[in-house]
């Protein structure tokens, strides 16, 4: 994996914002029948989203075994470039890749998992800092796998300053106070995903922001901008074995946002919103699937991609932003190319504003020369086995399958309806996948 990140060099805090011309959303099935008119080897990869899609819960959705017999030939190897992107994030991608291998009964490794936080590899100017770092599973070890130096956790915060912690009164100190213990100044908040218990985590992130990053100190006036916050993973819900969605990561944020808002009359800042829908996450999982596809021999680039998802305000709002944002790296390349230049300027030089960040808090610079070919497109495929229910929807006639009146998305990306709206609607991954290959005129089976 490292060998690719100099050659990326891309996902750079720092980017006012990727101004982007609005260019149409998704690939429709003519543009899909357009591109591949050159169908052959090295034509296409996949982007599988998991929750919703290839399981629900622990328990795998019985197409998706069905679905991944015929994506791999008889030795087990991929006929095509796959990449699991996830906005699960209480992990690291061995233990993931792992998982899935069980669940699916193919070998998935742990090049082709995309957590929420991987593109944290690459933000290196955070890595020598003191970060706490919040979510649950494995904190400190996800976080020196995405190598971060110097990180602390909620527990260890709440270990050195007992008095915070006083939501539940069975936790509270007994007694005699025990002492305070002295940690270095916490110079940014890394939130990986939804904590256990929220009224800690809550508490502790706000003393944190309010007191420059020395909880133990009292606040005496409001810093602003506050230390830098790092997200990742913005659902709102996602689908388990519960009948309904449950509470995400997107969720815990509004949290966070409404109570610092509530304290200091501030909106909270973002330094970086990663994971889906944010364009950073699927330029990542580019890199991802050009790895696979070298990995599988191929030597021609990846034209087109085929994000399949669940959730209409992660999965399918992403892939559609990735798609016009690839539409607006083409037309930049063509007019500098039409003036002399070299297309592979335009990913250092060109600062692209996308309708997806009001506030321009989600800022990830794509910078680097970027010499390799970009993929013509992305489409978005719909899945009815998550989030998104066909046979649950009760819609009007002159509505759209996923067109909403209450906005699901985070705070700081503007609600573009149209960027919902999935190139195709199927029942279950089989079906998805087996469109693909028909689009593409390639044999499945």
């Given amino acids: 994996m490292a060998e690719f990140i100099p050659r990326f060099n891309v996902l750079k805090l720092g980017w006012r914002a990727l101004r982007l011309r609005k260019t149409p959303l998704t690939a429709t099935a003519a543009q899909i029948r357009r591109f591949s008119s050159s169908r052959g080897p ?30 791999v030939d008889g030795n087990g190897k991929y006929k095509v470039p796959v990449v699991f992107v996830t906005n699960a994030g209480n992990c690291v991608r061995q233990t993931k890749a792992e998982q899935l291998s069980h669940l699916l009964e193919v070998e998935v490794s742990p090049d082709q998992v995309m957590l929420s936080h991987s593109p944290l590899r690459v933000f290196s100017q955070f890595h ?223 600062q692209c504003e996308t309708v997806d960040d009001v506030k321009n808090s989600g800022k990830v610079m794509v910078g680097g020369s970027y010499e390799h070919r970009l993929p013509e497109g992305c489409s978005s495929i719909l899945v009815c086995t998550g989030v998104y229910n066909r046979d649950q929807q009760d819609l009007p006639p002159d509505q759209t399958v996923t067109e909403q009146h209450i906005f699901h998305g985070h705070r700081d990306f503007r609600f573009d309806p149209n960027l919902t709206q999935p190139s195709f609607v199927v029942h279950d991954v089989l079906e998805g996948v087996e469109l693909v290959f028909q689009q593409e005129g390639w044999p499945l089976e």
């Fill in 42 to 71: 090295g034509s296409f990869g996949l982007l599988f989203d998991i929750d919703g899609v290839l399981v629900r819960g622990r328990t795998p959705i019985p197409a998706a075994k069905q679905c991944f017999r015929k994506l």
């Fill in 128 to 350: 020598k800092m003191c970060v706490l770092v919040s979510g649950q599973g494995p904190v400190l070890e996800v976080a020196h796998n995405l190598g971060f130096q110097n990180a602390l956790t909620i527990d260890m915060l709440r270990e050195a300053y007992p008095l915070l912690d006083v939501v539940d009164h069975n936790r509270r100190p007994k007694d005699v106070v025990p002492p305070s213990k002295e940690l270095p100044q916490i110079e940014a908040v890394v939130l990986f995903g939804e904590p256990i218990r929220w009224e800690t985590n809550l508490q502790l992130i706000v003393d944190v922001l309010l007191t420059n990053g020395r909880p133990g100190n009292t606040v005496t006036s409001i810093k602003y901008p506050h230390i830098p916050v790092l997200a990742c993973n913005m659902d709102l819900l996602w689908m388990a074995e519960a009948k309904n969605p449950r509470f995400g990561h997107g969720m815990f944020l509004v949290c966070v946002e409404s109570i610092y808002k509530k304290i200091t009359g501030y909106d909270l800042h973002y330094e970086a919103l990663i994971g889906k829908p944010s364009v950073v996450t699927y330029n990542y999982a580019e890199l991802l699937i050009r790895q696979q596809a070298e990995s599988l021999g191929w030597t021609e680039p990846v034209q087109r991609l085929y994000a399949i998802g669940d959730n209409p305000m992660a999965d399918i709002y992403g892939a559609n932003l990735y798609n016009r944002y690839l539409q607006s790296m083409r037309h930049a390349r063509a007019q500098v190319q039409a003036q002399g230049g070299s297309a592979s300027q335009v990913a250092g030089d060109i």
